[in-house]
């Protein structure tokens, strides 16, 4: 598409100092305007991509894909429980299902946790051992204390649950429950101790701040639950493709039951994370145009500087097509320059940025990171082809798009007109 002596030229155009009639300075300014752009468009994305995946992680790490609710019956007395008495059955059902990794029955609740005169409310679950070791990242925590095979013989706490009430694995942790002991004189609280056999953390602020589990028996005693269990965990291979799995998990599990997948749960922060993923991408791409800009401004320059070597070459017989593509190679090679520089740049950041976070936090004096805010422990960060190829090809085309006006309006210049004052 280019001729050896076109590139030359254009080469040669670039290397000119200003004092040649180059724009040595100017091209400098375009080339590190555009590396910076694209650094940040690619450095933002990878943060981006890596708070969804990290996000999503510690979701479905620690918590059900799909959660099976039973409809529920009134009882004698009028109340309606949503407890679910063949919740063995239908753990066996969904347990078959192609793509489902593991079901579960589960008793929930919410009662007291106190200790060291400290009070926290928690949400209780009792599940079996077998069944907590298939919680991914309760089984393999950031960090974790104690031993998951004692659990049977006490429970396990959230990390940060765990600081507040002072306590740690090997001690001991009361748990009160509204919902007791029923008597003549009505239902007084229930209140039992509990050794503390496994502390682990997630990694996610409000999973390590409220979350107890119990042995699946235990908690049926303790919450008033004999025989029967409040709902069904299922997790699958696939998370995200959760949505297909949805029909045949409603069948298995039965017309008295309905589900909710991980993503119903989640619903407002994915929108969230996605709204603010695109007001990011549209505000980086406006700093990448403005960036690319600058070959314009540059080039401009040039075809106003090279006036008598336009008129030269027009006359020795070079067409308006030819001094198009020297000028335009001028300004696209500023961009792809800039653009490699960009891409390698973002690309370092994404992959080191646990030391640069680290440095930063450290120049900062600590604190930086609040986890009880943004839930997740740490700046997470995800390198992905497609966010890199968006970027270069953003960088790219605005630069190519920016460049052919001056290319245009120097091949168009009229050689007696530059050469009429030489």
């Known amino acids: 598409m280019f001729k050896r002596f076109e590139m030359m030229i254009a080469w040669r155009y670039l290397r000119a100092r200003r004092s040649e009639g180059g724009i040595s300075v100017m091209t400098w300014i375009s080339l590190i305007g555009i590396a910076l752009a694209v650094f940040a468009l690619i450095a933002t994305l990878a943060v981006r991509s890596g708070f969804r995946h990290e996000f999503v992680g510690t979701i479905v790490g620690a918590n059900p894909h799909v959660s099976v609710h039973s409809y529920g019956e009134?009882?004698?007395?009028?109340?309606?429980?949503?407890?679910?008495?063949?919740?063995?059955?239908?753990?066996?059902?969904?347990?078959d299902l192609p793509g489902v990794v593991s079901a579960m029955p589960v008793i929930e609740g919410q009662v007291m946790a106190t200790a060291n005169g400290r009070n926290a409310g928690v949400q209780v679950i009792g599940v079996t051992l077998d069944d907590l070791r298939n919680v991914e990242l309760v089984a393999q925590p950031e960090e974790s204390s104690g031993s998951l095979d004692a659990f049977e013989?006490?429970?396990?706490?959230?990390?940060?649950?765990?600081?507040?009430?002072?306590?740690?694995?090997?001690?001991?942790?009361?748990?009160?429950?509204?919902?007791?002991?029923?008597?003549?004189?009505?239902?007084?609280?229930?209140?039992?101790?509990?050794?503390?056999?496994?502390?682990?953390?997630?990694?996610?602020?409000?999973?390590?701040?409220?979350?107890?589990?119990?042995?699946?028996?235990?908690?049926?005693?303790?919450?008033?639950?004999?025989?029967?269990?409040?709902?069904?965990?299922?997790?699958?291979?696939?998370?995200?493709?959760?949505?297909?799995?949805?029909?045949?998990?409603?069948?298995?599990?039965?017309?008295?039951?309905?589900?909710?997948?991980w993503k119903d749960n989640a619903g407002a922060f994915l929108r969230a994370l996605k709204m603010e993923d695109n007001i990011m991408f549209v505000i980086l791409s406006i700093l990448v145009l403005i960036a690319t800009l600058n070959i314009t401004s540059g080039l401009v320059m040039l075809v106003k500087n090279k006036g008598r070597d336009i008129g030269i070459l027009r006359t020795m017989g070079l067409t308006e097509g030819t001094i198009l593509r020297v000028f335009f190679l001028c300004g696209a090679s500023i961009g792809v320059i800039g653009t490699a520089i960009?891409?390698?740049?973002?690309?370092l950041f994404a992959l080191y940025i646990d030391p640069i976070f680290s440095f930063v936090n450290y120049v900062a004096g600590g604190g930086v990171w609040d986890p009880s805010v943004r839930y997740i422990s740490a700046l997470p960060a995800r390198l992905e082809l497609g966010d890199v190829l968006s970027a270069v090809i953003l960088s790219l085309t605005l630069s190519f798009v920016v460049t052919i006006f001056p290319a245009r309006r120097a091949a168009r210049m009229n050689p007696v007109e530059a050469l009429r004052y030489e």
Do not use: W
């Not at 949503?82 to 753990?91: G, H, I």
């Not at 706490?157 to 942790?173: F, I, P």
């Not at 960009?342 to 690309?347: D, F, I, N």
């Open 74 to 95: 009134a009882l004698p007395n009028g109340q309606l429980t949503r407890t679910m008495a063949e919740y063995e059955a239908v753990t066996a059902r969904l347990s």
């Open 153 to 261: 013989s006490g429970i396990a706490l959230g990390a940060v649950l765990a600081r507040e009430l002072g306590v740690a694995a090997g001690d001991r942790v009361r748990l009160i429950s509204p919902d007791g002991i029923k008597g003549p004189m009505g239902t007084s609280p229930r209140i039992k101790v509990y050794d503390i056999a496994y502390v682990f953390r997630v990694g996610r602020y409000d999973i390590d701040r409220i979350r107890v589990y119990m042995p699946f028996e235990e908690a049926q005693i303790y919450f008033n639950r004999a025989g029967v269990a409040d709902q069904v965990h299922v997790v699958t291979d696939d998370p995200e493709a959760v949505d297909t799995l949805a029909p045949g998990i409603a069948a298995a599990a039965g017309d008295d039951t309905y589900q909710f997948t």
């Open 342 to 347: 960009g891409v390698v740049l973002g690309c």
